[in-house]
């Protein structure tokens, strides 16, 4: 429990920066440049990842279960999951209608992900896990609509519909392959148990 919890403290920690220190960020952009910062900030959350991914593997056989969530939070979690797809989808592409209405659709992305496995999973870990991902996520919203206010923040433009239509696609073709294989093929469990 304690690499998964280190890494979840370096992941995140290392994306909360410009929201608690944002004086350190600008510091080190600006006298070693913006390259430094991306390289430096790709390496950190690149090594979290990493200890998350095998800390969350470890503790899974090590710790306890806090809540079995009943069968049909399962169903609600993989009818989350399909939105979470799309709304990322959303996020990366050109602005459609979803983008422009959500604001922020990568971070709602996250939420979404987040709250459907703390619903599906009641072990320790991914308590720990998806509920940090979670707080992050409110954190982060809540940063984004402060420079939103202050004018620092832009909000995506409307580009086309059509970019509406390759979000849905896209994220249902992403959902479909995860559920099929790609969940279990990365994580190790599938996302639905037949029989």
């Known amino acids: 429990m304690a690499i998964l919890l280190l890494g979840i403290i370096i ?3 290392m994306h909360l920066i410009r929201v ?5 960020r600008a510091g080190i952009i600006e006298s070693r440049g913006k390259g430094t910062w991306m390289g430096l900030y790709t390496i950190v959350s690149l090594v979290g990842v990493c200890l998350i991914i095998y800390g969350f593997g470890q503790a ?3 710790t306890g279960v806090l809540y079995n969530p009943p069968e049909f939070l399962r169903h609600i979690a993989l009818l989350l ?3 979470a797809f799309i709304v990322l989808a ?15 659709p990568q971070v709602l992305s ?6 459907a496995h703390l619903l599906a999973n009641g072990e320790t870990s991914s308590v720990l896990l998806f509920g940090s991902f979670l707080a992050w996520a409110v954190i982060l919203r809540i940063s984004l609509k402060r420079r939103e206010r202050a004018g620092e923040k832009v909000l995506p433009v409307f580009k086309s519909g059509r970019n509406d239509v390759l979000a849905v696609l896209t994220g249902l073709a992403a ?3 995860f559920v ?12 639905v148990v037949i029989g």
């Not at 608690?20 to 350190?24: E, I, L, N, S, T």
């Not at 959303?90 to 979803?98: D, E, V, Y």
């Not at 996250?110 to 709250?115: E, T």
Request: aromatic share 12%.
């Open 11 to 13: 992941f995140l920690g």
């Open 20 to 24: 608690v220190a944002p004086g350190f």
């Open 60 to 62: 899974r056989g090590e």
């Open 81 to 83: 999951m399909l939105i």
């Open 90 to 104: 959303a996020g990366f592409l050109p602005a459609g209608r979803i983008a422009v209405a959500l604001k922020h």
């Open 110 to 115: 996250i939420k979404i992900w987040a709250l």
């Open 175 to 177: 959902y479909v392959l």
């Open 180 to 191: 099929w294989k790609l969940h279990e093929l990365v994580i190790g469990v599938p996302p």
